[in-house]
C-alpha cells in the first residue's frame, strides 16, 4: 500500500508540474518579449504588468470556434495535439530534480528519453497530413527533416555525456557529476542545446512553422483548444529541453548553499530564459541553411567531443 502511494504522489507531482511549469515559461516569454520588442499588449492585460495575459490567451482560445476542414481525416486530425503533447508529460517522468526525487530510474533513462522526444514530431507530421492543405503537410515534411537532421548530433552530445558518467541513468549521471565537467563537455552542452531547439522548431529555426512563409506550417488548420495544445506541446519542450541540459551538463542538483531542488529549478528557468532570448535576437535560418548547421557544424562537433571524452577517459583509467 506504501509503495502505491508513493507512486501515486509522484505522479500527481509530475502532471502538476507538467501543467504549471509549461504555463510560467509562456508567461515569462510575453514579459520577455515585451520588454525586448516594446511590444505594449502584454504589458497592459489586468491591470498590473500585465498579469493576466496568459488568462487571457486561454479564454481566447477556449471561445473560438472548433473547425475541422471537410476533407480532413477527423480521427487522426484531433488525436495529433495530443501526440505532440504527451510525449513530454512520459519523458518529466524520469528526469530528477534532486536525491530520490523523481518519478522512476531507469537504468536506460537516457536512452528512453531521446527516443520519447523523436514521438513528438509525429504530431505535427499527422497534423500536417490530416488536414488536407498543401501548406499543411509541406509544414510536417519540413519538421521531419528537421528532426532527422538535428537527431544526430543530439544523440551524440548525449552519448559524450553517458560515456563521461558510466551510465544511461539519468540520477546515475548527476551523482557522476563533477564541477570540471563544465569545460570538458562544454561542446557538448552547446551541441545538446541548440540540437534541442531545433527539434522544438523553436526560432530561428521554426522552419516547419514559418508564419511569413507556410502560416503556421502543420497548424495551419487549426482553432481553439487544439491549437493551444500545440502552443502547450511547445511550451512544455523548452521545460523538457532546459531540464535535460540541466541534468546532463549542468549538474542537476548540484550547487552550493541552496537546497538542490531549488538549484535544478533555477538552472532550468535560466535556460529556458535564453531560449526565449534567442528566438528575440536571431532571424530565420534558410532551410540550407538550417541543413549546413546541423551536417557541417554540429555533428563533427559532436563526434570530436565524443572523442575528446573517449581520450579522457582511457587516460584516466
Known amino acids: 500500500m506504501a509503495e502505491v502511494l508513493d507512486v501515486a504522489v509522484r505522479l500527481v507531482v509530475i502532471v502538476i508540474a507538467f501543467l504549471t511549469l509549461p504555463l510560467i515559461v509562456g508567461q515569462t516569454e510575453h514579459k520577455a518579449m515585451a520588454h525586448m520588442q516594446s511590444r505594449l499588449g502584454p504589458m497592459y492585460a489586468g491591470g498590473f504588468h500585465g498579469w493576466a495575459q496568459l488568462i487571457a490567451d486561454g479564454v481566447k482560445f477556449v471561445q473560438k470556434e472548433d473547425v475541422i476542414p471537410l476533407a480532413a481525416d477527423r480521427r487522426v486530425f484531433s488525436i495529433a495535439p495530443a501526440v505532440a503533447l504527451v510525449p513530454y508529460l512520459v519523458v518529466m517522468v524520469v528526469i530528477p530534480v534532486g536525491p530520490?526525487?523523481?518519478?522512476?530510474?531507469?537504468?536506460?533513462?537516457?536512452?528512453?528519453?531521446?527516443?520519447?522526444?523523436?514521438?513528438?514530431?509525429?504530431?505535427?507530421?499527422?497534423?500536417?497530413?490530416?488536414?488536407?492543405?498543401?501548406?499543411?503537410?509541406?509544414?510536417?515534411?519540413?519538421a521531419a527533416a528537421q528532426l532527422m537532421s538535428y537527431e544526430l548530433p543530439l544523440v551524440l552530445a548525449a552519448s559524450s555525456v553517458a560515456m563521461a558518467a558510466g551510465t544511461l541513468s539519468l540520477p546515475g549521471i548527476v551523482e557522476a557529476w563533477r564541477w570540471w565537467w563544465l569545460p570538458w563537455q562544454a561542446i557538448g552542452a552547446v551541441v545538446f542545446f541548440v540540437a534541442g531547439l531545433a527539434e522544438l522548431r523553436r526560432p530561428p529555426f521554426?522552419?516547419?512553422?514559418?508564419?511569413?512563409?507556410?502560416?503556421?506550417?502543420?497548424?495551419?488548420?487549426?482553432?481553439?483548444?487544439?491549437?493551444?495544445?500545440?502552443?502547450?506541446?511547445?511550451?512544455?519542450?523548452?521545460?523538457?529541453?532546459?531540464?535535460?541540459?540541466?541534468?546532463l551538463f549542468l549538474g542537476g542538483?548540484?550547487?552550493?548553499?541552496?537546497p538542490g531542488p531549488v538549484w535544478t529549478l533555477i538552472k532550468i528557468f535560466v535556460l529556458a530564459f535564453v531560449v526565449i532570448w534567442v528566438r528575440v535576437s536571431f532571424p530565420r535560418l534558410r532551410a540550407d541553411q538550417l541543413q549546413k548547421l546541423a551536417w557541417i557544424g554540429l555533428v563533427p562537433l559532436a563526434l570530436f567531443q565524443l572523442a575528446l571524452t573517449g581520450v579522457v577517459r582511457v587516460l584516466a583509467g
Open 100 to 142: 530520490g526525487l523523481f518519478g522512476t530510474d531507469l537504468d536506460a533513462g537516457l536512452f528512453f528519453v531521446l527516443a520519447v522526444m523523436g514521438i513528438g514530431v509525429l504530431g505535427s507530421i499527422m497534423a500536417g497530413w490530416s488536414s488536407a492543405n498543401k501548406y499543411s503537410v509541406l509544414g510536417g515534411m519540413r
Open 206 to 247: 521554426d522552419m516547419p512553422i514559418a508564419e511569413s512563409e507556410i502560416i503556421m506550417g502543420p497548424m495551419t488548420e487549426y482553432t481553439g483548444i487544439r491549437f493551444a495544445l500545440f502552443m502547450l506541446a511547445e511550451y512544455a519542450g523548452i521545460v523538457v529541453l532546459s531540464a535535460l541540459t540541466t541534468v
Open 253 to 258: 542538483w548540484h550547487g552550493p548553499l541552496l
